[in-house]
C-alpha cells in the first residue's frame, strides 16, 4: 500500500501563487512500482479533472486550462511531487488530490486527502 500526504492548500487573491507538496510512503516495493503520479481538482458540483502529472523519468502532463500557470515536479529521494501554481485564478478553486499510478494500470491507484485551494477575485 502507499499513503500519499498533500499539504500546502490555503487562500490567496488572484494573481497569487501557491505550492502544493505530496509525500509517498509505504513499502518500497509499493513505491518502486509507481510509473505516474499526479494532481487532480474537484470544485464544488463538479467532477473531479486532471490538472497535471509526471512519470517516473519526468515527463510532464498538463491540463489545458493550467499551462503556463501550474508547473509540477518531483523530488524521487523524498518520494515528492510537487504543484507550483501561479497566476491563480478564482476558477481554480477546488479540493487538490494527489494521485499515484502503479505500472499497468489504467487509473489512479492511490489518492490523498485531498488541500483546498481557494482563489478570491
Same mark, same amino acid.
Not at 16 to 31: D, E, H, K, N, P
Not at 74 to 98: F, M
Given at each position: 500500500? %502507499? ?113 483546498? %485551494?481557494?482563489?478570491?477575485?
Amino acid at each position: 500500500q %502507499v499513503q500519499l500526504v498533500e499539504s500546502g492548500g490555503g487562500s490567496v487573491q488572484a494573481g497569487g501563487s501557491l505550492r502544493l507538496s505530496c509525500v509517498a510512503s509505504g513499502s518500497i516495493f509499493s513505491i518502486n512500482v509507481i510509473s505516474l503520479m499526479g494532481w487532480y481538482r474537484q470544485a464544488p458540483g463538479k467532477q473531479r479533472e486532471l490538472v497535471a502529472t509526471i512519470t517516473s523519468g519526468g515527463s510532464t502532463n498538463y491540463a489545458e486550462s493550467v499551462k503556463g500557470r501550474f508547473t509540477i515536479s518531483r523530488d524521487n529521494a523524498k518520494n515528492a511531487i510537487y504543484l507550483q501554481a501561479s497566476s491563480l485564478k478564482p476558477e481554480d478553486t477546488a479540493v487538490y488530490y494527489c494521485s499515484a499510478k502503479r505500472s499497468g494500470s489504467s487509473y489512479p491507484n492511490y489518492w490523498g486527502q485531498g488541500t483546498q %485551494v481557494t482563489v478570491s477575485s
